[in-house]
């Protein structure tokens, strides 16, 4: 596997059994229970605090990898939940030495290595994706699926937001540098740090301060191709946790007013933590319960984000469980939310306000198809701008982003 030199780095001096026992019921709790591989992982931690952190960074890698290629190593082991026996083989297939607790032998490995060369042959094995949806995603992209789903395979980087609202960006990467935290600029942003040291962050004075968030570049571009000015008033219609609300309060200055709405109370919640804890005062919160909360907002916005509901195969870097969870039945489901989001939430930009709508997705049917069939229903609204964030060219999450203008008089 690629992962090969970075699982090799530092891992504990014995990998004992007891390690082993907590992967082995992390991954059956996302493969047999159906959990998140996030939450999962965190309750792990939690509830096994005496773990060192060359342990923690062993489960954690191990963990996230197996996921990522749970369909190539099931189909080496031969059964689809004998875990101690996927997890030996993806250990010794990243140059970890054997262990007595392992439970393949060297008379297993000729059938091994043969299962892994079969794998190789059929790309739905070997990146291990649902045959039903890579078939779809290559209907979708062509050609271009194949380079796309292997760089979606890849670990991602950690990316750092500055909020600038406190610091610079300079001088956070100083401070983080004087700490033991490795860390560069990422090229092409002005607020995107990189992190290249393991040490957690969460539980630095720097993020319990409110100096960053952690957001891929990718995602920072949305709020950067909004461009909102000091004083306006910004609508994020799809505000979740509100990553995206606090950048743009950043890039106002902290002046105005942002409107964050969702659907989910308990997201709101969180964004509101969050922008206490990021000294943000423009974001008020409204929970969408029915039509007429968008209605009172109609043609009122300077600005308006919509970041729809998608299928999120862009961040499956991040989140390599989501594969297993999608299927093109579901995406159809969400492309039809797609287009009634923004047929609905449009009407809140006034004219000559613009509007951005962005998905973490690469697939043509929820971007550039989505604003083709807009713009047609919808003459009022022109396209200024869409970019796409390829993994494999930008070595960034999976983005899409469309900015459009309302017309002033627009008959």
Not at 60 to 86: K, Q
Not at 139 to 162: D, K
Not at 233 to 260: E, P, T, W
């Amino acid at each position: 596997m690629s992962e090969k030199e970075a699982n090799k780095k530092n891992p504990p001096a014995r990998i004992h059994a007891v390690l082993i026992g907590y992967l082995s019921t992390a991954l059956k709790e996302v493969f047999e229970e159906g959990k998140y591989a996030d939450r999962v992982l965190e309750k792990t931690f939690r509830s096994n605090r005496v773990l060192g952190a060359r342990d923690r960074a062993f489960i954690a890698t191990s963990f996230y990898d197996i996921v990522r290629y749970y369909r190539r190593l099931a189909y080496a082991a031969g059964d689809n939940h004998d875990w101690l026996r996927i997890i030996s083989i993806y250990l010794l297939t990243n140059g970890i030495s054997r262990e007595p607790w392992m439970s393949t032998t060297d008379n297993d490995w000729p059938e091994i290595q043969q299962r892994l060369n079969e794998a190789e042959r059929q790309r739905s094995l070997h990146e291990s994706v649902p045959d039903e949806l890579d078939h779809y995603c290559e209907q979708q992209l062509g050609a271009r699926w194949s380079t796309e789903l292997h760089s979606l395979n890849e670990r991602p980087p950690v990316i750092l937001r500055t909020n600038t609202l406190k610091l610079s960006r300079d001088k956070l990467i100083q401070r983080l540098r004087e700490s033991g935290i490795e860390c560069t600029a990422v090229e092409g942003s002005s607020t995107a740090i990189e992190v290249h040291s393991t040490k957690s962050l969460f539980t630095t004075d720097f993020f319990k301060s409110g100096f960053f968030e952690m957001q891929d570049s990718a995602s920072q571009k949305v709020a950067e191709m909004l461009a909102p000015q000091p004083g306006m008033k910004v609508i994020d219609a799809c505000a979740g946790a509100g990553g995206k609300s606090l950048h743009l309060a950043a890039l106002m200055q902290n002046k105005g007013r942002i409107i964050a709405l969702d659907t989910e109370e308990w997201k709101l919640a969180e964004l509101k933590k969050r922008a206490r804890r990021n000294d943000v005062q423009i974001i008020e919160t409204r929970v969408i319960d029915s039509s007429k909360v968008i209605k009172r907002l109609e043609a009122s916005a300077d600005r308006v984000l919509l970041d729809v509901p998608c299928s999120g195969i862009g961040v499956w870097r991040r989140n390599p469980d989501a594969k297993y969870k999608m299927d093109p039945e579901r995406i159809v489901r969400i492309m039809d939310q797609q287009r009634e989001i923004l047929r609905q939430y449009s009407r809140m930009v006034k004219p000559g306000g613009q509007l951005i709508y962005a998905t973490c997705s690469i697939l043509p049917g929820e971007n550039q198809q989505q604003i083709d069939t807009f713009l047609a229903e919808h003459p009022e609204f022109k396209l200024a701008q869409s970019i796409s964030l390829w993994p494999s060219e930008h070595g960034t999450d999976g983005f899409f982003i469309a900015k459009m203008n309302r017309v002033m008089n627009y008959e």
